[in-house]
Nanobody
Framework: VQLVESGGDSVQSGGSLRLSCAAA????????MAWFRQAPGKEREGVAY???????MYADSVKGRFTISQDNAKNTLYLHMNSLQPEDTAMYYC????????????????????WGQGAQVTVSS
């Protein structure tokens, strides 16, 4: 499956953005999907996860502010980000893995074989 992110932008602190990830291929509904982010000099970290049953998982740092969703008819994954803070500044990547993942793997980059090219989100104070 090929993934292409869009929606990255520069916003003020407290602002909102919606990232999109378009997936090519007719097996999208059989994959679980996730958003990761990587800031300069830091490791890639898991942000949010969703699978075909609609189960979700979030990093503690974004709970209550970010929402992951998907539109299977459009083969598109979304990340709705509210109350953005400067520490949310990073390159955001969507990722896909076949089937569903155990909880301990859902936000770990090693579990995902398919990645998009990234979308830059910059939050200024």
């Amino acid at each position: 499956v090929q993934l292409v992110e869009s929606g990255g932008d520069s916003v003020q602190s407290g602002g909102s953005l919606r990232l999109s990830c378009a997936a090519a291929g007719n097996t999208y509904s059989t994959y679980c999907m996730a958003w990761f982010r990587q800031a300069p000099g830091k490791e890639r970290e898991g942000v949010a996860y969703i699978d075909s049953d609609g189960s979700t998982m979030y990093a503690d740092s974004v709970k209550g502010r970010f929402t992951i969703s998907q539109d299977n008819a459009k083969n598109t994954l979304y990340l709705h980000m509210n109350s953005l803070q400067p520490e949310d500044t990073a390159m955001y990547y969507c990722a896909a893995a076949p089937g569903r993942l155990s909880a301990w793997l859902r936000l770990r980059p090693i579990a995902y074989a398919h990645w998009g090219q990234g979308a830059q989100v910059t939050v200024s104070s």
